[in-house]
């Protein structure tokens, strides 16, 4: 006996996938809604764009903001006109066009400027502050440059920078530190001495620093008054040995005034000079040691 199937038809498996994508595309009016929406926020970029260049040009262009009070204090060597220049304001120009901080960077760009601090006061008034360096010599590197109190160097030397400053040499390029980079000791030593040895301005009025010269091996000597005296200071200890270089010389003033050469103060305890000539009474040159 011979069975026949059902013939039932089977439904066609839909393909689900093809249904989600139907299902997720967005209609006509949703995209319709999505361009005006995009629209809009351009429209309304534009327009907050606009305004804020409005705003910026009506504040920096007002008189009631104009500078009529500008303090400019610490400047010696710039005068005002290039203190306004270098800091973008004037008087009479708004104290809003340029802002502390840029006034700052610019000032500081300048180099004489060490530091330069700037506050506003609205709505009228700019204090300006200003640390200038203070050049404490000439430093030969072949080129030469002018050293700070810091031990920075900031700027060659030119025909109107300040003149009678002592001239460094025996340093190179390789002494000089970079980038936050360690000093060598030569060129520490010749900073501590500018830094802490510079008391022989107020101590020794009249002694005048012509030139510095650093030997590795002896430490820092100066050249001194006219005609030159060697004077060797070696390393460290530079205040204590001013101070007792002073004293010698003092007492050798209050003396025969002897005609000096050289003087060896390397030890403070231990002071060596040699004289320019003979002694009164000897034929021939010799050292005498002042205890």
């Excluded at 309304?44 to 008189?63: E, G, K, P």
Aim: aromatic fraction near 10%; hydrophobic fraction near 40%; glycine fraction near 8%.
């Amino acid at each position: 006996m011979n069975r026949s199937r059902p013939l039932i038809k089977k439904p066609k498996k839909q393909n689900r996938y093809k249904q989600r994508e139907e299902s997720e595309r967005p209609s006509w009016a949703q995209r319709l809604y999505g361009a005006a929406v995009f629209f809009g926020l351009c429209v309304f970029l534009c327009f907050a764009a606009l305004a804020f260049i409005f705003i910026h040009d009506y504040f920096t262009q007002s008189r009631y903001f104009s500078a009529r009070h500008l303090e400019v204090t610490g400047n010696s060597r710039l005068d005002l006109d290039e203190v306004y220049l270098l800091a973008g304001i004037s008087p009479g120009g708004n104290v809003l066009s340029v802002s502390p901080k840029q006034m700052s960077q610019r000032l500081e760009s300048h180099p004489w400027v060490a530091r330069a601090v700037v506050n506003r006061q609205l709505p009228d008034r700019i204090d300006i502050s200003i640390e200038e360096r203070r050049p404490l010599a000439v430093l030969d590197l072949g080129e030469r440059f002018l050293m700070d109190y810091n031990g920075e160097i900031f700027k060659r030397m030119e025909e109107s920078d300040p003149k009678g400053l002592p001239l460094v040499v025996g340093l190179s390029f390789s002494d000089i530190s970079v980038l936050g980079e360690a000093m060598s000791p030569a060129y520490k030593s010749l900073v501590g001495f500018l830094q802490d040895g510079a008391d022989y301005r107020h101590a020794l009025p009249d002694f005048s620093v012509r030139a510095i010269a650093v030997d590795r091996d002896t430490g820092i000597t100066l050249f001194a008054f006219e005609p030159s005296v060697a004077i060797r200071l070696g390393w460290g200890g530079y205040t204590r040995k001013i101070q007792r270089l002073g004293q010698v010389l003092s007492t050798m003033e209050r003396g025969n005034g002897m005609k000096i050469d050289a003087i060896d103060i390397s030890d403070s305890d231990r002071v060596v000079i040699k004289p320019a000539g003979p002694l009164p009474g000897n034929k021939k040159r010799v050292r005498k040691e002042v205890i």
